[in-house]
């Protein structure tokens, strides 16, 4: 589907740990850093924006007019085509969602995106939905004669065997038109809703209202026990009342609308498409599932005991998990300073790299300060806009914690991957599935945090290295063994079975029934009760999850995760030969399985040994080294 970017979000669980949107003083000489969006439109009251949508729609009637039903006669021009349709539906949709972040609760904005999106997808469903089912319908001779003949379709053979792979998935083109005219009104779109509904959240602390990120960031950043055991249980006794409720029932019709389409498209299980999607065999999937639980779980046990016996205490509660430990550094890192260090340890690995993000820095695409109004938490945008232009926008609501200084290393690391892909493959195969599409972040927090780690050691400032090496540690635990939590949640509500051995037709589940999941799936990973944790007050936590909407979105993280770690520790093997083969990499956007993407490394994800030994060599290498610097401290 043309105009489909999405936006790279943080993980839930790293908006779980934004830090509260009172901006300390000493940071406020940041809030000069802002991105500049008029390279695009001058603002949304431009003129243009109308002009182009009205353009959009014009060059969609001729596309249908000229390709329609005659596409085995012209594939090379009708890609073209669709490729600057591409572009400009991306330009229209791209500008208006970052505008939109700046100021989400702004009426005029989000009309003129309500607006916007309901046009858009009018147009598309009307003139555009012939022509992927008329692609997959194309026979095999035909295609092998275009790409024999035709430099365009050539060049994009890997974008056409990818949408093929969904030939028998197709509707009839009636239906699958008004199942996308329909889309902004579909389960879709509950999605946003959500989102405002949890802004709405209030929670009486202690005489005070508080917000959901106000509650969630006491839990990250106090120091006090009591305290964050009091606020876990206003949290969780805030979502159990009409907002547990109604998140059920979102649940219910995500899944619901999941599983008769799925009948109807005939897909294997409810996870076959988004599987397909990021072009990987379920067997694989599994693995990793497997490989989490039996690898990974043990390992956040163990070092959730070692950070127990750091915070003093025998058991931890949940709301221990996220806490700041004693020897924490809380110094407030200016931006400046942060972006220094980021180049610094990008230019220690690829100095291709630091030269385009100097570019994101002069051409003022990145958006720091934490100011009013503005979306939560941070993301990198990229897109290609008309004219084969990759350009790249970074969105931050930075503060100054070592968290943030990391977060802007991952962003920036979407960033970079987005310009080469965007370069080498244009529109239609820039943007990496969800389960790689973290690659270059994951890679550009691990250089960061092993430049400051060398540094740290060079200076035998055991303290903050400890103090690093356990937020790298959380912060992976987060990412692999929660997401899989997470996943695990989803895929019993999507009618796995315990054994997460076979589907069966999912059930209505209720707000207990859903409470009763959450808590059993934690425990598969984090240990029965009292174990390491004691789990009250936690019930009700899987309802402001709003990754559930995205059927099987989560795994991708953990996937992504694992897979850069694993690559990330081919540096030391492959020296100098590995840069250039990384760069190919992150230039190749869509246009290869993951096994394609691995084999220049020597690696193979098929089995769970993969998974395995990317936990052994990051994870358990970490937990190790914490555990022998905690007991020399
Ligand atoms: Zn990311």
Redesign the pocket.
């Known amino acids: 589907m043309p105009f489909k970017h999405p936006i790279?979000?943080?993980?839930n669980q790293e908006i779980e740990l934004i830090r509260s949107t009172h901006m300390p003083s000493e940071i406020t000489a940041d809030s000069t850093v802002r991105w500049d969006l008029t390279s695009i439109y001058s603002g949304i009251d431009d003129p243009q924006i109308d002009l182009d949508i009205a353009d959009f729609t014009e060059r969609a009637q001729l596309f249908n007019s000229n390709f329609r039903g005659k596409l085995a006669d012209g594939l090379g021009p009708a890609i073209s085509a669709y490729s600057e349709l591409d572009m400009l539906g991306g330009k229209i949709m791209v500008y208006l969602s970052l505008r939109q972040s700046l100021d989400v609760t702004n009426e005029a904005v989000k009309s003129k995106v309500a607006e916007a999106q309901q046009s858009m997808s009018q147009v598309q469903g009307e003139y555009l939905t012939f022509f992927e089912l008329e692609l997959v319908a194309l026979d095999d001779a035909v295609l092998e004669k275009w790409y024999a003949s035709d430099e365009v379709v050539r060049r994009h053979q890997p974008w056409i065997e990818q949408t093929r792979v969904f030939r028998p998935h197709f509707l009839s083109e009636p239906v699958e038109a008004a199942l996308t005219k329909r889309a902004p009104f579909g389960p879709g779109s509950w999605d946003e809703f959500f989102d405002e509904c949890e802004a709405d959240l209030r929670f009486d602390h202690r005489g005070e209202q508080k917000n959901l990120t106000e509650m969630l960031d006491i839990l990250g950043n106090s120091k006090d026990a009591a305290l964050r055991a009091e606020v876990q249980k206003t949290v969780n006794d805030g979502l159990g009342g009409y907002f547990a409720k109604y998140s059920a029932q979102t649940l219910y019709v995500i899944v619901g609308k999941g599983a008769v389409e799925r009948k109807e498209r005939h897909y294997r299980n409810p996870m076959d498409a988004r599987n397909k999607e990021n072009r990987i065999p379920d067997e694989v999937v599994d693995a990793l599932h497997n490989a989490v639980k039996n690898v990974a779980g043990p390992l956040a046990r163990r070092y959730y005991r070692l950070k127990a016996e750091l915070l003093g205490m025998k058991t931890l509660k949940w709301s221990d998990r996220n806490a700041p430990l004693p020897f924490t550094d809380t110094t407030i890192v200016p931006f400046d300073n942060a972006m220094a260090t980021v180049l610094d340890a990008y230019e220690s690995f690829s100095p291709t790299l630091t030269g385009i993000i100097r570019d994101f820095n002069s051409a003022k695409q990145i958006d720091v300060p934490a100011t009013a109004g503005k979306r939560g938490g941070a993301f990198?945008c990229s897109f290609v806009l008309p004219g084969n232009r990759p350009q790249s926008f970074t969105f931050l609501n930075y503060l100054g914690s070592n968290h943030d200084v990391m977060t802007l290393a991952?962003?920036l690391?979407?960033g970079v991957h987005g310009i080469l892909a965007g370069e080498a493959q244009g529109p239609l195969m820039f943007h990496p599935p969800i389960a790689y599409?973290?690659t270059a972040?994951?890679f550009g927090e691990m250089t960061t945090f092993s430049f400051l780690k060398k540094q740290l050691a060079t200076k035998g400032d055991s303290a903050a290295l400890l103090a690093l090496l356990t937020q790298k540690i959380e912060g992976m635990l987060n990412t692999v063994v929660r997401q899989i939590g997470f996943s695990n949640f989803e895929r019993r509500m999507h009618g796995m079975n315990a054994d997460y051995t076979e589907w069966n037709d999912p059930k209505k589940l209720s707000v207990e029934e859903l409470d009763e999941l959450w808590i059993a799936t934690a425990k598969e990973l984090y240990g029965e009760d009292g174990e390491v944790f004691t789990y009250e007050n936690t019930s009700h936590l899987w309802s402001y999850v709003s990754h559930f909407h995205r059927p099987f979105y989560v795994y991708g993280y953990a996937f992504g995760e694992l897979l850069t770690q694993s690559l990330y520790a081919q540096q030391t093997r492959l020296g100098s030969r590995f840069e250039p083969l990384y760069l190919d990499l992150l230039r190749s956007g869509a246009t290869k399985s993951v096994f394609d993407l691995l084999s220049p490394f020597g690696l193979n994800p098929t089995d769970e040994t993969f998974w395995g030994e990317g936990i052994r060599v990051s994870l358990e290498t970490m937990i190790a080294e914490a555990e022998e610097l905690a007991a020399a401290h």
């Open positions: 790279f979000k943080k993980s990198n991952h962003e690391g979407h599409c973290e972040s994951v």
